[in-house]
């Protein structure tokens, strides 16, 4: 009697056939890795679809300089420990205007350090395929995006247009200044993200178990104040609280939540009591209606 | 807003006494079933998932606080929320309260995992609901209670069983609407019943519904007491639906070599069907040579066996010739290759199919430029009836034969979905304009082998002590491309070299003489003149081809038939405008009377050269100054001088 594959091998083995098409058929892939979860298991996956070879493409991190420093930490622990290609990237006219979440809010700050930023480095290296961490479960707009997900020469996605995608019978043809934004997790939900962690003990930043953190309330999210460039608004006090993320991205614009769950256990065991969406713990969703949408057809992975 | 409906009991709860391990260990052992729900427009699809979505507690409270908002804003359903918005997730949908591409959504019970394909009712999106269908092992169709079985609900029956489902499930919704009236239900159910006879289904199910309050989708009804079947959920949960990828054939598409290192050669892929255990012997399907497994490579230790669907990477006893696009097969029962085979085509592109137009033709692994020869007959969605066709328009079905210009390994798609699939790639545009499934391979060719010949093209061209070249004059009618051919023909003559001149209006009195100006019949034209070219270039000849040749595609195809640096691409580039006026055959004068039908440049499309070697603007010049631009170019490239310097032969 042969073994009949389990839920998570399913996907694992969808995952790992996605990169290896790819790197088949692209010139010049990179991996987008933005240090959370969904990018911890990504990488995971990568190393196992080349294994006994490294990948054969760099990795990508496109640095708002909002991330959480231990974010940034452990991007290069695990760059130094896996031994690949880390390319960073910032939007240097960013920079120089000084585009911040507090002052521009968080519309303009996600426009110009990430979706710009992200354009330029993609431009400046000329990558033909970019692997994205996005799922589908995540938002309504991603539920409605193809695996490889074609974009025009201005990175622009046109949902109303998309290939059909028959089968695992990818098209990855594109002509010169094209490109495709590839997601190898298009099929997994949160759940099993954390379960695929649990069973491969796959490292990640220390931010997603609950520890007490100096947090400021701000708008209905806990703020995390990372570093003095948050400045504290009249009445505000900042608190050592027992808390823990869902989801990462620029501190400022990430709400924590109240946790004790300190174990990958404890994690799971909360998520699936949990009563609203990972993503509520993002401002830059909330900002308008369809805004991730948006968001996508201006290049935003 | 009722939101006491969506306060049912939770279907799948964490226990108290549970221990994560626990619950962990039950959702890997759950099984798997990826389904889709189609049918016509309006029919209740959205909705049914948004039920199904809601009902089985998978909405966050902040997700039904946006439903709330979004169904005030944009809800079609009064008072009473709009599932529908749940998974109608782009902007144009929710403005329009219409699905125009696939949504893809997961649910879990206590006994299965799903994956569902929400797809789209309207016609002109049948490529999406192809989409969804092509990954799905079960079928939801519905249908309107009030409407019965539409057009659409024909089409993506016949569509769903070509792609290999063979698990339906009619849903005859908005029950509630007819009074929930088993007369309405049985009538419905037989008329479908007759007429998916044909389509092959091993399982189909018929279930009275109403998405939008709930009834039989998790619950009974209490409304339909005269039904006694199970509930939407309950067969959904129960239906057997497992093919047994692993006890058919072993394959193994060769996705991707792994050579980190002189001392490893890893075959990356996906078991396709089948397993495989070290020591196992194989073949490369193409070639038929055979070797044995060594290792089956993963990492985390190497493995004693894998089965169908699993991503592996094997290392085999010998070095033998496999790249990227072979199958590695059983010796035992082995695969078809063959470069024409018979299929099944559903087209999706808005510019029609055209036997004889070259389209990139990809397998899950391979890739080959492959022509429909043959458009043998269409599938009248209503009466499944032959109709026979020219071309092949959006969102309908065909038998086609097929011709690849290299074999193909492949099984027929009712024996492997995955090993038996296609699609097809228009070649400009790059956008999968049809999907495929192989039927059988044909023999036609089996019979035929390549004659090698002793004198090469490179003896023949070396006598002539010139270089072979094919100079393709495209342009509009009346623009020049004779008067120019000519001239240039006869300057080329005078200096010892040996030409000849394909004219398209000659080649129409006899080679093409059965031919007429639909599109089809000039893509036929443009192949049969580059096939003709091609042997005359092979013969050593200097040929210059004058046809308007509108199309992109089939001038790129005569492009690629020629070795590289052969092909000149001379775009005689008169305005429109300037050849009306000219007209020296008085042909656009008949034209603009109406007198000519399908007449490039006026009801008929020209497709100008992006990058053409040479661009001659003729207004206000003399074929004599064409023709030196000719030359010169040719003179700098060297075309005209050099010595033939690839290999002999074809």
Not at chain 1, 74 to 79: N, Q
Not at chain 2, 1 to 11: G, K, Q, S, Y
Not at chain 2, 55 to 68: C, S
Not at chain 2, 510 to 522: K, M, V
Request: some cysteine.
């Amino acid at each position: 009697m042969l073994a009949r594959l389990s839920h998570l091998d399913r996907l694992e083995a969808e995952a790992v056939h996605i990169f290896r098409e790819v790197a088949a058929t692209f010139t010049k892939p990179v991996m987008l890795y933005s240090v959370g979860k969904d990018s911890a298991v990504l990488l995971h996956l990568a190393m196992k679809a080349f294994y006994p070879a490294k990948p054969p493409f760099p990795i990508l991190h496109v640095d708002t300089t909002w991330k959480f420093r231990e974010m940034i930490e452990f991007r290069d622990l695990m760059a130094r420990k896996l031994g690949f290609d880390l390319l960073v990237h910032v939007n240097q006219d960013g920079v120089r205007d000084n585009i911040n979440p507090f002052d521009h809010g968080s519309n303009t700050h996600t426009h110009v350090m990430k979706t710009l930023g992200l354009r330029q480095a993609l431009d400046k290296y000329g990558f033909d395929a970019a692997f994205g961490g996005a799922r589908r479960d995540e938002e309504k707009s991603r539920a409605k995006e193809r695996i490889f997900s074609f974009r025009n020469a201005q990175h622009g996605w046109d949902p109303k247009n998309q290939r059909p995608e028959m089968w695992k019978i990818f098209n990855t043809r594109v002509n010169p200044g094209e490109s495709i934004r590839v997601f190898p997790l298009s099929n997994w939900t949160e759940l099993d993200i954390w379960q695929y962690i649990l069973r491969e003990d796959i490292p990640i930043v220390p931010l997603y178990f609950a520890k007490r953190r100096p947090v400021v309330e701000r708008e209905g999210m806990l703020i995390l104040r990372d570093d003095d460039r948050m400045k504290l608004r009249p009445g505000e006090v900042v608190e050592n609280r027992l808390v823990r993320f869902r989801t990462l991205g620029c501190y400022p614009l990430t709400g924590a939540i109240d946790s004790d769950a300190d174990t990958l256990e404890k994690i799971v065991g909360e998520m699936l009591t949990a009563k609203t969406s990972e993503r509520q713990g993002r401002l830059i969703d909330r900002d308008e209606a369809g805004s991730m949408e948006k968001k996508k057809r201006e290049g935003y992975f | 807003m009722r939101l006491a409906r969506i306060e049912t009991p939770v279907i799948d709860p964490i226990q108290e006494t549970d221990t994560v391990q626990d619950y962990l260990a039950q959702q890997e052992r759950k099984s798997f079933l990826r389904f889709l729900t189609c049918g016509s427009v309006d029919d209740g699809k959205s909705t049914l998932i948004g039920r199904l979505l809601s009902d089985t507690r998978q909405i966050f409270e902040d997700q039904i606080a946006a439903l709330e908002s979004d169904s005030r804003k944009h809800g079609t359903t009064g008072d009473d929320i709009d599932y529908a918005l749940l998974v109608d997730g782009l902007e144009a949908e929710r403005e329009q309260g219409i699905t125009i591409d696939v949504a893809y959504r997961f649910f879990a019970t206590a006994k299965r995992k799903f994956i569902v394909a929400d797809t789209p009712g309207h016609e002109q999106y049948t490529r999406n609901m192809a989409t969804g269908a092509s990954t799905s092992d079960l079928a939801i169709v519905l249908v309107d209670a009030r409407q019965g079985v539409l057009r659409q609900t024909r089409r993506h029956s016949i569509i769903a069983s070509l792609l290999g489902i063979r698990h339906i499930v009619v849903a005859i919704n908005k029950i509630d609407l007819v009074g929930f009236d088993q007369v309405v239900f049985d009538r419905i159910s037989a008329e479908y019943a007759a007429f998916a006879g044909e389509l092959g289904f091993r399982s189909t199910a018929f279930i009275p519904m109403s998405a939008r309050y709930g009834d039989n989708v998790t619950k009974r009804s209490e409304n339909t007491t005269w039904y006694s079947g199970p509930t939407l959920l309950d067969h959904l949960e129960n239906v057997v639906v497992d093919d047994i990828e692993t006890d058919k054939p072993f394959r193994f598409p060769v996705q991707y070599v792994n050579r980190p290192n002189l001392d490893f050669r890893g075959f990356a892929g996906t078991v396709a069907s089948g397993s495989i255990r070290q020591g196992d012997a194989v073949v490369a399907a193409k070639s038929g040579k055979p070797s044995r497994i060594r290792r089956i490579v993963a990492q985390g230790g190497d493995l004693a066996e894998a089965v169908a669907g699993q991503a592996v990477t094997l290392v085999l006893e010998d070095e033998i010739e496999v790249s990227r696009g072979n199958i590695l097969v059983t010796p035992d029962a082995r695969p078809h290759v063959a470069d024409q085979f018979a299929a099944n085509i559903v087209w999706f592109d808005e510019k029609a199919l055209l036997p004889g137009r070259t389209y990139i033709l990809r397998t899950e692994t391979d890739q080959v430029s492959a022509t429909v020869t043959e458009l043998k007959h269409k599938i009248d969605i209503n009466d499944f009836g032959k109709e026979p066709a020219r071309s092949l328009d959006m969102n309908e079905v065909a038998v086609c034969n097929l011709s690849t210009q290299a074999p193909l390994a492949f099984d027929s798609f009712t024996d492997n979905r995955t090993t038996g699939a296609f699609i097809l790639i228009d070649r400009i545009s790059n956008n999968t304009v049809g999907a495929g499934m192989i039927i059988h391979p044909l023999r036609r060719a089996d019979n035929i082998h390549w004659q090698s010949l002793d004198i090469g093209k490179k003896a023949r061209a070396d006598l002539k002590n010139q270089k072979p070249a094919v100079l393709w004059f495209t342009g509009l009618s009346g623009s020049g491309k004779s008067t120019i051919a000519n001239l240039l023909e006869r300057k080329l003559h005078a200096a010892g070299r040996h030409t000849y001149v394909l004219d398209g209006d000659n080649i129409r009195h006899a080679l093409n003489r059965d031919l007429g100006f639909t599109d089809q019949d000039r893509v036929e034209n443009i192949r049969r003149v580059a096939e003709v070219a091609k042997l005359m270039a092979d013969a050593g000849l200097i040929v210059i081809v004058s046809f308007i040749s509108p199309f992109r595609a089939e001038r790129q195809m005569a492009r690629e038939l020629m070795t590289k640096d052969e092909f000149v691409e001379v775009f005689v580039d008169t305005p429109l405008e300037e050849c009306v006026r000219r007209d020296p055959k008085g042909l656009y004068a008949r034209a603009l009377a109406g007198q000519i039908q399908n007449f490039t440049g006026l009801d008929s499309p020209y497709e100008a050269p992006e990058s053409a070697e040479i661009h001659l603007h003729t207004v206000g010049k003399t074929p004599e100054e064409m023709v030196d631009a000719i030359e010169d170019w040719l003179t700098n490239d060297e075309i005209a001088e050099r010595q033939y310097d690839d290999g002999g032969g074809i």
